[in-house]
């Protein structure tokens, strides 16, 4: 779990871009607003980083609320659809 979860810390910084380093990133620290500061564009793009880089769809934007709080619920959302 925690390569998944570095992985997808790399993901956000190398994708979306971010003026950070993945090892800033707390597992539990929030992806939007205060947290990282993530919006709804990274958000798109983030959907589409998901499902390209683990084969995970979110169909959905209550789905993509819950999975997109933190590294943390984006890891344990994954782990879920790929087993």
């Known amino acids: 779990m925690s390569a998944l979860k570095q992985e997808i810390k790399e993901l956000l910084v190398r994708d979306l871009r971010l003026q950070t380093t993945p090892d800033a990133i707390g597992d539990n620290d929030p992806l939007f607003g205060e947290g990282l500061g993530l919006d709804s564009l990274?958000?798109?793009?983030?959907?589409?980083?998901?499902?390209k880089h683990f084969g995970v769809q979110i169909k959905d934007m209550t789905e993509g609320q819950k999975a997109f709080t933190s590294v943390q619920t984006l890891a344990d959302y994954i782990e879920k659809r790929r087993s």
């Open 42 to 51: 990274d958000a798109v793009e983030l959907v589409v980083q998901v499902n």
